[in-house]
């Protein structure tokens, strides 16, 4: 298993949840790993996204301020902090990577190559 992905639940609006992803060494140290989402009936999107350093990260605009990407290297694993959420955030959550860059930005879903199981998250109202 390239990525994993797991930390999914059930949670009230206002509540808080943390995504992990575990990844093999090779994606992890090499490629650009972000997370996106996708809503019922929706297109899967971008939502963040973390340079190999962790100085630097991408949120899409409804999420932030209230989610916080990290990366563990020594663990391979990178997290995505999910704080005050709101029922608009119901989706099942991936982590994926990129091969062709060591930083994702605001990369469109087809440019991909590596895509975890999803975590589903529902946030109720």
């Known amino acids: 298993v390239q990525l994993q992905a797991s930390g999914g639940g059930l949670v009230q609006a206002g509540g808080s949840l943390t995504l992990s992803c575990a990844a093999s060494?090779?994606?992890?140290?090499?490629?650009?790993m972000g997370w996106f989402r996708q809503a019922p009936g929706k297109e899967r999107e971008f939502v963040a996204a973390?340079?190999?350093?962790?100085?630097?990260?991408y949120y899409i605009d409804s999420v932030k301020g209230r989610f916080t990407i990290s990366r563990d290297n020594a663990k391979n694993t990178m997290y995505l902090q999910m704080n005050s959420l709101k029922p608009e955030d119901t989706a099942v959550y991936y982590c994926?990577?990129?091969?062709?860059?060591?930083?994702?930005?605001?990369?469109?879903?087809?440019?991909?190559?590596?895509w975890g199981k999803g975590t589903l998250v529902t946030v109720s109202s």
């Open positions: 060494e090779r994606i992890f140290n090499n490629y650009g």
């Open positions: 994926a990577s990129d091969i062709r860059v060591a930083t994702i930005t605001f990369s469109p879903p087809s440019d991909m190559d590596y």
């Open positions: 973390i340079s190999w350093s962790g100085s630097t990260t």
